[in-house]
């Protein structure tokens, strides 16, 4: 199946049902790992917002959740500077933090994020991301879960953009070559 989204071509890589399987299957290891805390889960908006709506209905803890916002593409596909747009409402110490990204490319904003909550001093810090880029990255960064490790290329759907379009598709989708 292709989509054509801001006059690219993207084609079809993870469906709907495959999403919602790995996503209860994250729920459940959390739910298990995290036995009984009570959990501060904390999305990096706007890419995590529907992972993160989907995943906190299959963990089973108390959970509160607040929101970040970092902007990293700027526009199109080209990586920008981070502008750190919006910060927590919530304060970290002593907390568990379980933080949530749709995907990690260079890692630059999720080593940046990281940094900001671990000099708040939580009680743990972990870090889960719906997709990993198979790639060597700038910054040395190893989410503690991951969904789905995928080829280094521009994807799109779930949550994720291309030039702000997209967010809305059910399925991923991988630009063509
Ligand atoms: P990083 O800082 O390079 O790891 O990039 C992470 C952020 O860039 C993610 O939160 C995404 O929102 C965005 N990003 C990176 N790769 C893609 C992609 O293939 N499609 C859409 N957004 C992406
Ligand atoms: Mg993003």
Known sequence: MIKEINGRKFELLVTSEDITKKVEELGKQITQDYNEKNILIIGILKGSFIFLADLIRGIENRTEIDFIRVSSYKSKMAPGDLEHVMDLGTQLKNRHVLLVE?????????????????????????????????????????????????????????GTDFAEEGRNLPDIYVIED
């Open 102 to 158: 749709d995907l990690l490319d260079t890692g630059g904003t999720l080593t940046y994020i990281k940094d900001l909550i671990l000099s708040r001093k939580p009680a743990s810090f972990k870090i889960c991301a719906l997709i990993t880029k198979n790639k060597s990255r700038e910054k040395n960064i190893d989410p503690d879960y991951v969904g789905f490790e995928i080829e280094d290329k521009f994807i799109v759907g779930y």
